[in-house]
Nanobody, 124 residues
């Protein structure tokens, strides 16, 4: 069992930055591939970024490529999502997820554990 807790969401103006963190507890964190997803009102949950359990392979959604950076610190059991140049369309609840596979991409069904989410609102 892995527990995930997101933090760092908030309200920011267009062009601003936010840094989301996901704190993991439970089983060995380094054995899980990690991902960030988001869900806007009335829309399906969508993949934002993710990487393999080793951290040597990363994947970003085209909509955030070049603006968002995902990273992990296995010594601190944390995953972060640095979000720069934010746009109103980035507004959503952001979720951290963990997968027992070596890497899981955009498919939500490949993830075994989810956090409760943190709200990000970008004003125009």
């Amino acid at each position: 069992q892995v527990q995930l807790v997101e933090s760092g969401g908030g309200l920011v103006q267009t062009g601003g930055s936010l840094r989301l963190s996901c704190a993991a507890s439970g089983r060995t964190f380094s054995n899980y591939a990690m991902g960030w997803f988001r869900q806007a009102p009335g829309k399906e949950r969508e993949f934002v970024a993710g990487f393999s359990w080793t951290g040597d392979f990363t994947l970003y959604a085209d909509s955030v490529k070049g603006r968002f950076t995902i990273s992990r610190d296995n010594t601190k059991n944390t995953v972060t999502l640095q979000m720069n140049s934010l746009k109103p369309e980035d507004t959503a609840v952001y979720y951290c997820a963990a997968s027992r596979k070596s890497f899981s991409g955009p498919n939500t069904r490949e993830y075994d554990y989810w956090g409760q989410g943190t709200q990000v609102t970008v004003s125009s």
